[in-house]
């Protein structure tokens, strides 16, 4: 089993970026396929990125290939979400998702980080 705690939201203007981090407690984070998701308000959650265990291989939706990019240490337990030229449609609650597979989520979630983009 794994907790996980979001942090690194905040309020930012288009154009851009934050870096959210999600830490991970738990001898067995590096075995976990991690992944990030939103909900905007009045939408359902979305998938945004995943990364696998070792870090080698990442999925993107299409909203946010070449402008966020997912990472992991797994020495520190910790998932990065950097995102870059943000726009007000990124603008969501942002959670970190552990043990999922391709773009469908895991068992275990963080209780999200609040990202606001004003344009």
């Known amino acids: 089993q794994v907790q996980l705690v979001e942090s690194g939201g905040g309020l930012v203007q288009a154009g851009g970026s934050l870096r959210l981090s999600c830490a991970a407690s738990?001898?067995?984070?590096?075995?976990?396929?991690m992944g990030w998701f939103r909900q905007a308000p009045g939408k359902e959650r979305e998938f945004v990125a995943r990364i696998s265990w070792s870090g080698g291989i990442t999925y993107y939706a299409g909203s946010v290939k070449g402008r966020f990019t997912i990472s992991r240490d797994n020495a520190k337990n910790t998932v990065y979400l950097q995102m870059n030229s943000l726009k007000a449609e990124d603008t969501a609650v942002y959670y970190c998702?552990?043990?999922?597979?391709?773009?469908?989520?895991?068992?275990?979630w963080g209780q999200g980080t609040q990202v606001t983009v004003s344009s």
């Open positions: 998702n552990a043990d999922g597979v391709a773009y469908q989520p895991g068992a275990y």
């Open positions: 738990g001898r067995t984070f590096s075995t976990y396929t």
